[in-house]
T-cell receptor
Framework: GENVEQHPSTLSVQEGDSAVIKCTYS??????FPWYKQELGKGPQLIIDIRSNVGEKKDQRIAVTLNKTAKHFSLHITETQPEDSAVYFC???????????FGRGTSLIVHP | DTAVSQTPKYLVTQMGNDKSIKCEQNLGHDTMYWYKQDSKKFLKIMFS???????INETVPNRFSPKSPDKAHLNLHINSLELGDSAVYFCASNPGSGGAQDTQYFGPGTRLTVL
């Protein structure tokens, strides 16, 4: 199956700083790359996704970049706020598969 | 209203017991999943159902038996519970038209503790 490595496992930043989480993968057939945010005691929720025909996507303070050649994609959060503190998961999927592959998660802590 | 709901939210039980977790989605999605999240937050897919049919069984012990009475429900029954079954179990759904290439909508989770 597909593999995805997510780094770092823990990220601590000051409020207002930027945070970047990176995922690398091996299967070149992967073509869908979502990011999920899991707050304490809740299920993961999609925050942004990107498909392989696009290199970058932005939604307010959140952006995702994809480098298909190098097989990595990253989540960028600017002007972090304490409410951004959560566990973030990258994931990926390829055409025809019913199984998404999840990274191991990054615990982001934003200090006020 | 919650799109994907699970009951119960918490489940504490003794080793060897049999228990069930229920899941319902009101999104009209075709595909539903069960995931297990361990203490290190790793999300492991267990099962995938598409239109009530089992698609994926990811090497889960046969003590775990999913049941899909209709495409809006996917329940998980666990026999002879073991200590290692303690985890948070998430139900999820997606529209299914794109396989896994669609947003996964997760339920709130069921925290299972086996004593």
């Amino acid at each position: 199956g597909e593999n995805v490595e997510q780094h770092p496992s823990t990220l601590s930043v000051q409020e207002g700083d930027s945070a970047v989480i990176k995922c690398t993968y091996s299967d070149s057939a992967s073509n869908y790359f979502p990011w999920y945010k899991q707050e304490l005691g809740k299920g993961p929720q999609l925050i942004i996704d990107i498909r392989s025909n696009v290199g970058e996507k932005k939604d307010q303070r959140i952006a995702v970049t994809l480098n298909k050649t190098a097989k990595h994609f990253s989540l960028h959060i600017t002007e972090t706020q304490p409410e951004d503190s959560a566990v973030y998961f990258c994931a990926l999927a390829s055409g025809g598969s019913y199984i998404p592959t999840f990274g191991r998660g990054t615990s982001l802590i934003v200090h006020p | 209203d919650t799109a994907v709901s699970q009951t119960p939210k918490y489940l504490v039980t003794q080793m060897g017991n049999d228990k069930s977790i229920k899941c319902e989605q009101n999104l009209g999605h075709d595909t539903m999943y069960w995931y297990k999240q361990d203490s290190k937050k790793f999300l492991k897919i267990m099962f995938s159902y598409n239109n009530k049919e089992l698609i994926i069984n990811e090497t889960v012990p046969n003590r775990f038996s999913p049941k899909s009475p209709d495409k809006a429900h996917l329940n998980l029954h666990i026999n002879s519970l073991e200590l290692g079954d303690s985890a948070v179990y998430f139900c999820a759904s997606n529209p299914g038209s794109g396989g896994a290439q669609d947003t996964q909508y997760f339920g709130p989770g069921t925290r299972l503790t086996v004593l």
